[in-house]
């Protein structure tokens, strides 16, 4: 017990920070007193009135669990007043939203036009090969007929005779009669027709989709110059046949029109928008004498080598067409008259009706089969592009404010991609033609 009560007492003497006395008694039992520092008593300010600024949770108080709670202050953040000055003229003006407006509204009808434009692509392009199809097979029957013919007048089949030189004359006449429409509208030209303008509406959406995207004030220009590209795309493609169809055997081979005859930059609708930049004024908008000489030099070339060839294959691939477009109904008329006369007393009449109905079947296939009207409908678009090309070229060329024009630059990569180059292509392109060196054309893509 002694040793227990030495163990004791060392432990217990062993804080600095505890005084502790005890007694020991003749009863063995011990008193012992603990004496623990005093805690410094943390006093409190008393508590102010809260302001609207200011709200506290609660007081302090003891919890169950003996610890004590403070309540922490949290300040109300009350944001600053925004303000926002919009002048007469700015940005949310009643006439900006009325423009605004107007090219949404545009923007719909274009979005019709290239639904249109798809779908009436699409029956054009049945029709070529239904029509194709179904005046091949006549001709293909009237000419079987024609040549049974022989065989049943030589057999003495009086009323089997009859039949057939009745039949084949009939088959070759819808033929023939068929084929002058089908010449006449050329549906596989028409069907070309629907994909370029497919193709160039969907230009216009996305020209017009950026100018909503960026342009911050929308005048009534902008409106009303796309009011003119949608009225030039109508009437350069139009969907009627009756009327308004384009002229598919015209005297000359012209190219495809399909922007504003009195505007010939196509591309003034995306200058009038273009940002302007304070720090172009320095370099004179991106643009210098170099640019300038190269971009005359890229227009000679198109002029002399890319325009100037489509016009020749347009030309040539237009007269192809016309031989062959006036050869299909001649040969089934031809058809038509040798197998009236058949059963007489020429045996020549059947040989004629079946050869020429043979050779009409030929040279359809070759006409429509080979859609020599969609190549020279192709022939025009491409020359119609490099035409306005050249046209974007010399108008901004001839602005004599060059703040006036897009960026100098910007416009040079432009031509460059319209021509499948890179823009040190297009330079070594333009070196080369003014040394009279060049033996190539100005465009990689077609």
Request: aromatic residues 6%; hydrophobic residues 40%; neutral net charge.
């Amino acid at each position: 017990m002694a040793s227990l009560l030495q163990s004791s007492s060392v432990l217990l003497f062993s804080s600095p920070c505890s005084s502790i006395s005890y007694n020991y008694c003749s009863s063995n039992r011990i008193n012992a007193s603990i004496s623990l520092p005093k805690v410094p008593k943390i006093r409190f300010s008393p508590s102010k009135k809260p302001s609207r600024d200011y709200h506290l949770v609660e007081e302090p108080k003891i919890g169950d669990d003996g610890f004590t709670k403070y309540s922490i202050p949290i300040k109300k953040v009350v944001p600053a007043p925004i303000t926002i000055s919009v002048q007469e003229e700015g940005i949310f003006n009643v006439d900006s939203s009325m423009v605004t407006a107007q090219l949404y509204a545009i923007l719909e009808a274009v979005a019709d036009r290239i639904e249109m434009h798809n779908n009436i692509g699409e029956q054009r392009d049945n029709w070529n090969t239904l029509l194709l199809n179904s005046i091949n097979m006549i001709t293909f029957t009237a000419a079987t007929m024609a040549g049974l013919t022989l065989a049943a007048g030589t057999a003495g089949a009086g009323g089997s005779l009859l039949a057939l030189k009745l039949s084949s004359t009939l088959l070759f006449s819808a033929a023939t009669g068929m084929l002058v429409i089908m010449n006449k509208i050329q549906p596989s030209q028409l069907a070309e027709e629907q994909r370029n303008a497919t193709k160039l509406f969907k230009q216009l959406q996305r020209e017009l989709q950026t100018l909503l995207a960026l342009r911050r004030r929308p005048s009534e220009d902008d409106v009303k110059e796309v009011t003119e590209k949608v009225s030039a795309l109508d009437k350069a493609y139009p969907l009627p046949l009756l009327g308004k169809m384009i002229e598919k055997f015209p005297k000359t081979f012209e190219p495809a029109v399909w922007w504003p005859e009195k505007e010939n930059d196509y591309h003034q609708f995306q200058r009038n928008n273009k940002p302007h930049h304070h720090t172009m004024k320095q370099n004179r908008n991106g643009w210098s004498e170099e640019l300038e000489m190269e971009m005359r030099q890229i227009v000679e070339v198109l002029k002399s080598k890319d325009t100037e060839d489509y016009a020749r294959l347009g030309s040539l691939g237009l007269k192809i067409n016309k031989t062959l477009a006036i050869s299909g109904p001649l040969l089934t008329g031809i058809a038509a008259v040798g197998s009236a006369f058949v059963g007489t007393n020429s045996s020549w009449a059947a040989a004629v009706a079946a050869a020429a109905g043979a050779l009409a079947a030929t040279v359809n296939t070759l006409e429509h089969g080979g859609q020599v009207g969609m190549v020279v409908e192709m022939y025009r678009n491409c020359a119609g592009f490099f035409k306005l090309l050249e046209e974007s070229i010399e108008s901004t060329l001839n602005e004599s404010d060059v703040e006036k024009r897009e960026n100098g630059e910007m416009f040079e990569m432009k031509v460059a991609l319209q021509l499948g180059r890179s823009v040190s292509e297009l330079r070594d392109l333009a070196k080369r033609s003014s040394l009279s060196e060049l033996d190539e054309f100005a465009s990689k893509l077609f």
